[in-house]
Structures are given as structure tokens and as C-alpha cells.
């Protein structure tokens, strides 16, 4: 594998995750010029999980650079390491793997309602910040509102215990 940094052809690999059910392997690996860490993924070639957007009519491949891209926007400038976002996306994607094995789709909605759960536990600021685009908030209430839930919830699981 070729480091991404000095472009050298040796490494080791560090650790191997299997992911997706057995269908693809995630492996960290070290480049043995630079020391630089990266992450491959080795995948069985198959017909991608096709994304049903929200209207229905389109579809486009799952991407998990997009999918990336949209979390690392909602964590900006949040306490959260780079690991943990990485096992968010690794769980995220082998859990619409799973639900998209039959029939090689899944709904943009469900993505994104699997994101809101990630987020919710992994960084509440997060939580709110993506569930502002997720659904398309267009005033403050819609803000107050949502907290409101948040912290309804969070008394409601912090008074089972008392």
C-alpha cells in the first residue's frame, strides 16, 4: 500500500478490523519510511448500496466521504477524537450495509435518522448541529424546541436511577 504522505511502498499494518458483516476489512497501517498512520479498506467488489434520496426519484452509490464530511461538520470545533469519529463511521457503515442487503438500498432518512443516534450519544452539541440541516430548521423555536427534547430526555434517564 502506498503511504499517502511520502508515497512509499513500505508499511505494516497495525491492526485489522472485519467489517460489514465479514465484507470488507479495515486495516491501520504505519509507513515504515515516515511513521505516518493511515487507514485501508479492502472491500468485495459487488453492486453498490444505492442511497434513495428524499423525494424518491433519485438515487446515487452510499459514500462514506460524504457521509464523513457531514459529521466532521457538526464536530467542528468539538472536543471528539479522530478514533472515535472513525468508529462512528465504521458503525454507521456496516450497520447500512446490514440494512441494505437485501435489496442493495437504503433511505437517505434512515442514514441520517443512524447519524442523529450516533451523534446523540458521541456529542449532544453535534446532535443539535446536524439535526439543524438534517431537518431544514428554519427559525430559532425549532432550536428551542429540540433542546427542550434533549433535556427532557436527559432528566427522564437521570431520574431512573433515584
Known amino acids: 500500500m502506498r503511504c499517502p504522505r511520502c508515497k512509499s511502498l513500505e508499511d505494516r ?4 478490523r472485519t467489517l460489514a458483516n465479514g465484507g470488507s476489512i479495515r486495516r491501520r497501517r504505519e509507513c515504515l519510511s515516515c511513521n505516518y498512520r493511515f487507514t485501508s479498506y479492502e472491500r468485495i467488489e459487488e453492486k453498490p448500496l444505492m442511497v434513495i434520496k428524499k423525494t424518491g426519484a433519485r438515487r446515487e452509490p452510499f459514500d ?14 468539538r472536543p471528539v477524537a479522530q478514533i472515535d469519529i472513525e468508529n462512528v463511521l465504521d458503525e454507521l457503515e456496516e450497520a447500512a450495509m446490514l440494512l441494505g442487503r437485501t435489496t ?13 443516534d450516533k451523534l446523540y450519544d458521541l456529542d449532544r452539541v453535534a446532535y443539535i448541529r446536524f439535526a439543524s440541516v438534517y ?8 432550536f428551542v424546541r429540540e433542546i427542550a ?4 430526555l436527559k432528566d427522564r434517564s437521570s431520574g431512573e436511577g433515584t
Open 104 to 116: 442493495q438500498e437504503i433511505t437517505s432518512t434512515r442514514i441520517g435518522e443512524m447519524v442523529l
Open 135 to 142: 431537518r431544514n430548521f428554519e427559525n430559532v423555536e425549532e
Open 64 to 77: 462514506r466521504d460524504k457521509l464523513e464530511k457531514g459529521i466532521q461538520q457538526a464536530l467542528r470545533k
Open 13 to 16: 499494518v497495525i491492526e485489522s
Open 149 to 152: 427534547t434533549l433535556t427532557e
